[in-house]
């Protein structure tokens, strides 16, 4: 069974940086769209970046420059990079992979980011 383990949330101040971690076990990396979503409280959940098979990239529009996703497939591990974090920027960040081939949409357990102002 194909599992998703987020880590590398926590508190920093507004301005810091974060690098969440999804590890993938189980899974041929690159049949997948990997991706990022957060859900502040009362909010829907939103896509923050994917990253697609063929490597190529998409974001949320206001998060363009200051997030960046990335992976490592000989690591099955997909990163986040968040940058001149807001306290906006709160919520529970999930990973996500979806797959190209199959309906299958797996997701992990989330990992807490707060931002403080």
């Known amino acids: 069974q194909v599992q998703l383990v987020e880590s590398g949330g926590g508190l920093v101040q507004s301005g810091g940086s974060l690098r969440l971690s999804c590890v993938a076990s189980?899974?041929?990396?690159?049949?997948?769209?990997m991706g990022w979503y957060r859900q502040a409280a009362g909010k829907q959940r939103e896509l923050v970046a994917s990253v697609k098979y063929s490597g190529s990239t998409a974001y949320e529009d206001s998060l363009k420059g200051r997030f960046a996703i990335s992976r490592d497939i000989a690591k099955s591990t997909m990163y986040l990079q968040m940058n001149s974090l807001k306290p906006e920027d709160t919520a529970v960040y999930y990973c996500?992979?979806?797959?190209?081939?199959?309906?299958?949409?797996?997701w992990g357990q989330g990992t807490q980011v707060t931002v403080s102002s």
């Open positions: 996500n992979a979806k797959s190209d081939v199959t309906a299958e949409d797996i």
């Open positions: 189980r899974i041929i990396f690159n049949l997948y769209t």
